[in-house]
Nanobody, 121 residues
Framework: QVHLVESGGGLVQAGGSLRLSCTASGLAFSDYHMAWFRQAPGKEREFVASITWTGNAVYYTDSVKGRFTISRDSARNTVDLQMNSLKPEDTALYYC??????????????WGQGTQVTVSS
């Protein structure tokens, strides 16, 4: 059974940093593209960043470019999201997903339960 478990969320002031981590089990992690999505209350789930199974290519939504960095460690089966210069509009439930590289959440096979990120102004 596949499990994706996110951690690292919390409350931070605007301009601060957080590092999210997703630990995967039950799948051949090194064979999967991985991604982070987020969903704010009343809004649709939004693509944040993705990384190929090799780690050689990464993609970001425009609003986080230059502030967020996605990375993976296949030895630890983890994918991280380093978030710097956080803004109140980054407040959302952040999800880890596996199985695709695209921005469409419907293309992903597996999802975690999410970790809350709240940025105060």
């Amino acid at each position: 059974q596949v499990h994706l478990v996110e951690s690292g969320g919390g409350l931070v002031q605007a301009g601060g940093s957080l590092r999210l981590s997703c630990t995967a089990s039950g799948l051949a992690f090194s064979d999967y593209h991985m991604a982070w999505f987020r969903q704010a209350p009343g809004k649709e789930r939004e693509f944040v960043a993705s990384i190929t199974w090799t780690g050689n290519a990464v993609y970001y939504t425009d609003s986080v470019k230059g502030r967020f960095t996605i990375s993976r460690d296949s030895a630890r089966n983890t994918v991280d999201l380093q978030m710097n210069s956080l803004k109140p509009e980054d407040t959302a439930l952040y999800y880890c997903a596996a199985g695709a590289i695209t921005r469409n959440p419907r293309n992903y096979n597996y999802w975690g339960q999410g970790t809350q990120v709240t940025v105060s102004s």
